[in-house]
């Protein structure tokens, strides 16, 4: 492919994105405006995402986003489009991350000049807030990588000098040639030492300080007896430990240690990246109307509440607000775990960190920062992920007393050996002090509880303390505490009452008539009723309806079917607004049809089922687990809903009092009750239960007093948690079995004395990755569909 | 044999020159993304 080629299939996949402002799979890219760009020129912005670079005066480095890049071919599309500008000293594209990194003369050009070259191209570059927290990651990951590289290219190496040691017969090797050997081993070991092993000593020195003894303890202890035996032995071949060094033990199992650090580095940082793509969504500038009524560029730390902005199509919310004009599409995959688009009408709201899918909206600001539902997200995942489940404080308790053990058990088996064999005493020291693993028991619980968390924030289901999942993994009972978590916002017209002589098809679709001109949701469930097979009859049309907002329709219909028929004045409402008396035994919601003689039909209206609800609780039961519902509601429309789910004990008519008095009844019987409400006005109820989730669509996410908040609408979220929660536990349980089981046999075995050093620290470093891998197991688990 | 003595001290430099080869390399960041090199193949300008 010629560069010409390359650059029309690139122009070709940007262009009709471009060009019709929707795309299904892509979402369009909107240019910036050559206006907000040029904020970008003002020297107090780059500091946000560059910095000076030494690479020559007045020099900086900004680290940008690219959008719309999808291959690795675009990376060097971009690569030279930014480079072609003139004053760009150097740029790198990531096609991993889609992030560039480019170096360019302050006096020969500003950020928007290349900025706009590229978008030419069919690029977008979107400024790196967070370029100094990837950049401290960054070096971190280069630094163990490269302690990692020296550590196993000097052990390699010294292996081959221990090679001879280990072979040679008796006379083989010359005293000389074997001074020669171990001088070498000494001097390759020495980078190891003083670099590789850099943070386990620093780390037990702070620790030493502190007063608190860490795992890093024991390994540097370790380390550091190996390598002063072996240089004794080294400079003084004629003295007490001058018969074997152990270069070759020290250097493989700092090696392996490594090896298990900088996995787990890699497991950490992947984590991080997914909450980093959380933070930064939200956009930097925004469209703000400004005193002249002209929408103008502007950063988004300079909004205010109130402030009227502009998003266009491609565009994250930058707040919470309103719409006011127009009606889009938005995409709230990431916020509530809702999979749909969406749609946005004015009068609608949008919460920030939402995208913008189809057309441009005007909104009014109602929230910023920290106050967004967003912003509430972010803060709760960072405190849930720093709180500690009672089993990992357990785990930390032990640790100390473990270590202690530890250092004990060393000291003992070196006493011990040094009676018989006072060189192998100090090797098999080190090896209880390397084998021994209490990080596998500190990391059981946390690791898995956090892929858990991640998982469930993945489904829509924000953790709000980590003990809540092991609560949760041992509920027996669900209490559905408002018929509304089971129930949509939408009713369905369920028995027909009609006058003698009309038929119950002739009363739908005459009501069906009226409903047509009107939104109210009995309306809706009326017109849907007219279609269904078995109310088919002759449609009516109606004529001058009007609405008479909060009692009903009025208006004259007449049947289609016979031209020029007989017209009547009909009235579709509340039983007041059609003048019929109310039947005080009703509980459930009705509508009324009426004519001029009086009443015509009475329609009962039932809350229809949340998609997936029936399956949800089947799902619940096959878990074994039983499903209460304390409904404030009526006593029919409670029992319309149970009898359909099939719950096994649903009561109507409840006062949170009663709520209360119910759960207490059942967790007096030992069961361990979860509690599912709206988190709104059941605070006692949500507290008092065993485990509580939160519908969070109707609260203020600070405020739920649950354990777990559903951020979307989905049942399936609450049964994919319960039955993660067990999973959870599962492999929790396991974890800590193996730390213990393998700390209770490779302990005794290295105070045997039949434990080689480099063994030991093979073991310690698969035992913590044994542990780590199995809780990721977690975050690909998915119970939302299937069963258990 | 003897030339073993020249030979194993050679050996540790030059396993200090790898390593200053390797440094070079990371701090180049060449092991930050992998798959960019064997995409080059791609371009061909």
């Known amino acids: 492919m010629s560069q010409a080629t390359l650059e029309s299939v690139a122009a070709s996949l940007a262009q009709p994105a471009l060009a019709t402002g929707i795309s299904a799979p892509l979402v369009p890219l909107v240019p910036h405006s050559a206006e907000s760009l040029h904020l970008l020129d003002d020297p107090h912005e780059w500091s946000a995402f560059s910095r000076r670079s030494g690479k020559a005066a007045d020099c900086w480095e900004s680290s940008v986003v690219v959008e719309g890049m999808h291959c690795a071919a675009c990376s060097f599309t971009v690569e030279e489009a930014i480079a072609s500008v003139p004053g760009v000293l150097q740029v790198q594209v990531s096609a991993a991350t889609h992030r560039a990194k480019v170096v360019w003369s302050a006096a020969q050009v500003k950020p928007s000049l290349w900025m706009q070259a590229l978008q030419q191209r069919g690029y977008r570059a979107v400024p790196a807030n967070d370029v100094f927290a990837s950049e401290q990651r960054r070096v971190e990951t280069r630094k163990a990588l490269w302690r990692w590289l020296v550590a196993g290219l ?69 380390i550091a007896i190996t390598f002063a035996v072996s240089t004794l032995g080294t ?315 909060g009692l009903g329709v009025e208006g004259s219909a007449v049947a289609q079917a016979e031209r020029g028929g007989e017209s009547l004045t009909l009235r579709l409402g509340s039983a007041e607004f059609c003048a019929v008396a109310s039947d005080a035994m009703a509980d459930t919601p009705r509508a009324y049809l009426a004519d001029a003689q009086g009443w015509l039909a009475t329609f009962e209206l039932h809350e229809e089922l949340r998609d997936g609800a029936s399956s949800a609780i089947q799902v619940l039961h096959d878990a074994g687990i039983a499903v209460h519902l304390f409904s404030g509601d009526g006593k029919a429309s409670v029992q319309h809903v149970a009898a359909q789910l099939g719950i096994d004990d649903a009561r109507s008519a409840c006062t949170p009092a009663d709520k209360l008095a119910g759960m207490q009844a059942l967790q007096a019987q030992g069961r361990k009750v979860l509690m599912v409400g709206d988190g709104l006005n059941d605070g006692p109820v949500l507290a008092g239960a065993h485990a509580s989730f939160a519908f969070g669509n109707a609260v203020q996410l600070a405020q739920a007093q649950s354990d777990f908040v559903v951020m979307g609408n989905q049942l399936h979220a609450v049964v994919h948690s319960v039955l993660l929660a067990r999973k959870t536990m599962s492999v929790v349980r396991q974890n800590l079995w193996w730390a213990l089981l393998y700390n209770a046999a490779c302990v005794p075995l290295a105070v045997a004395g039949w434990l080689p050093a480099w063994l030991a620290g093979l073991g310690m470093a698969s035992s913590s990755l044994v542990v780590v891998a199995n809780a990721l197991r977690l975050n690909r688990a998915d119970f939302s569909r299937k069963g258990i | 044999m003897d030339i073993l003595y020249l030979l194993i001290p050679l050996s540790v430099v030059l396993v200090f020159f790898i390593l200053g080869g390797l440094w070079w390399a990371i701090d180049r960041g060449q092991f930050e993304d992998i798959e960019r090199e064997g995409e080059r193949i791609l371009k061909d300008s």
């Open chain 1, 154 to 222: 000097c052990m390699m190496q010294v292996m081959m000098y221990a090679y001879p040691a280990y072979t040679a017969h008796p006379g083989d090797l010359s005293i000389e040639m074997e001074q020669l050997l171990r001088w070498a081993s000494w001097v390759l070991s020495l980078p190891v030492m003083l670099f590789s092993c850099g943070p386990f000593f620093s780390n037990a020195l702070r620790d030493l300080r502190r007063g608190s003894v860490s795992m890093d303890l024991p390994v540097a202890l370790g």
């Open chain 1, 235 to 549: 400079f003084e071949p004629a003295g007490a430990y001058g018969r074997e060094v152990y270069f070759d033990s020290l250097t493989m199992f700092v090696f392996f240690l490594l090896t298990g650090r900088w996995l787990e580095l890699r497991l950490r940082d992947r984590t991080a990246g997914s909450l980093e793509v959380l933070m930064n969504r939200l956009p930097e500038s925004v469209e703000r109307l400004n005193l002249q009524g002209v929408f103008e560029r502007v950063a988004v730390r300079r909004l205010a509440v109130g402030d009227l902005v502009r998003v266009h199509p491609g565009e994250a919310f930058a707040a919470d607000g309103v719409v006011e004009q127009g009606s889009t599409v938005v995409d709230e995959a990431l916020l509530t775990g809702e999979s749909h688009a969406l749609e946005r009408g004015p009068g609608a709201s949008v919460v920030a960190g939402s995208h913008n899918l189809s057309s441009t909206v005007q909104v009014r600001v109602q929230a910023l920062g920290g106050d967004t539902r967003f912003g509430q997200i972010v803060a709760l995942m960072q405190s849930a992920s720093v709180s500690k489940p009672r089993t990992a404080q357990l785990a930390d308790r032990l640790a100390k007393p473990f270590l202690m053990g530890v250092l004990l058990a060393a000291a003992l088996a070196c006493l011990w050996w040094w009676r018989t064999d006072p060189e192998h005493a100090l090797m098999v020291a080190v090896a209880v002090l390397v084998v021994t693993c209490p990080c596998a028991l500190s990391l059981a619980t946390p690791a898995a509880m956090l892929a858990a968390a991640g998982n469930m924030a993945r489904s829509g289901v924000l953790v709000r303390n980590l003990q809540g999942l092991e609560a949760l993994s041992e509920v027996d009972v669900v209490v559905f505490d408002k018929t509304g978590t089971l129930t949509r916002e939408v009713l369905t017209v369920g028995r027909v009452l009609t006058r003698a002589g009309v038929s119950e098809s002739q009363a739908v679709q005459m009501a069906a008539a009226l409903a047509a001109h009107s939104l109210h949701p009995a309306s809706k469930s009326v017109l849907a009723a007219a279609s269904w097979p078995i109310y088919a009859g002759v449609s009516w049309t109606s004529d001058g309806v009007t609405e008479h907002a």
